[in-house]
């Protein structure tokens, strides 16, 4: 049996969805219909965040909050925020309908955590709405985690500890420190980070860079190496003990963990 007890995977950007591109497409969709046109780079600043979350801290920025109170003349409210969120959803289900593949190498990695008796869980951003297409699609490629901990499950979202620990009670999971969470967003490393876990970050697929599986190979590999650098570089930043461009590339780093805690390691 390993060291290990559990792994905890994020969702878009780490095991499904290359490049998290689902929730940018429903973001600037939402914000489109309130009359308010947002830039990608504006939808990517605070994902990984609980929707309602991540809808709130758009509306802060001073670009959209300018941009709101000339289209709606007043300032944003909770009203705004709740309305927007429960506009999303129906959107986000759209979305990830047509971007629920799991990336390459996920499947065979939790075939491997399985059959080492691993335990398998996950926490993200969206709402179990939200996911309610996404598992059985998941399931159908190969990937079912013993553990899902939606947006609204745990009193707060990322970057608390609560979904990891979540996740820990119900997997049976423990101590944290034998325990790995695995996920693109900074938020989400520092999630595992604030529950006492090993963390490790996803520069390639996730949304750091945020390219689809075709647009990323389609790059060159100074290219790939100059963004996944700057992915990498804002995950180390937040925290993370490791950082590997996928999912594909997790076992290695999996099996130097189990070593670092046979040898006395602690994450922190």
């Given amino acids: 049996m390993s060291s290990i007890a559990a792994v905890v995977f994020d969702w878009a950007g780490t ?12 973001l600037l969709t939402a914000f489109t219909n309130e009359g308010v046109t947002i830039t990608e780079a504006e939808a990517r600043r605070d994902m ?3 929707k309602r979350d991540h809808v709130r801290a758009l509306l802060a920025m001073p670009r959209i909050r300018d941009l709101w109170v000339e289209r709606h003349g ?3 409210s909770e009203a705004d925020v709740g309305r927007i969120h429960d506009a999303l959803e ?10 629920a593949e799991l990336i390459a190498g996920a499947s ?7 059959a080492r008796r691993i335990k398998i869980g996950s926490s993200t951003g969206y709402t179990r709405t939200m996911m309610a297409d996404i598992l ?7 990937y079912a985690p013993g553990v899902v901990v939606c947006s609204g499950e745990t009193l707060e979202g990322r970057p608390s500890p609560l979904p990891m620990l979540k996740n820990m009670v119900e997997l049976g999971a423990y101590p944290a420190w034998r325990c790995v969470k695995v996920d693109d967003a900074e938020v989400g490393i520092q999630e595992g980070r604030a529950a006492g876990a090993w963390t490790v970050g996803v520069a390639a697929s996730g949304n750091g860079v945020g390219l689809s599986a075709a647009a990323w190979q389609a790059l060159s590999r100074d290219e790939q190496y100059a963004r996944a650098s700057r992915a990498a570089a804002a995950l180390k930043a937040a925290g993370a003990h490791y950082i590997v461009d996928t999912v594909a590339d997790l076992e290695p780093v999996l099996a130097e963990i189990e070593g670092r805690i046979a040898g006395g390691g602690r994450p922190d």
């Fill in 108 to 114: 065979d990695l939790a075939k491997m955590l399985t």
């Fill in 90 to 99: 129906p959107l986000m289900r759209a979305a990830t309908a047509r971007h």
């Fill in 74 to 76: 007043s300032e944003t």
């Fill in 48 to 50: 990984g965040r609980a």
């Fill in 15 to 26: 095991m499904i969805d290359f490049g998290c591109i689902a929730p940018v497409e429903a």
């Fill in 136 to 142: 059985p699609r998941a399931a159908a490629q190969g």
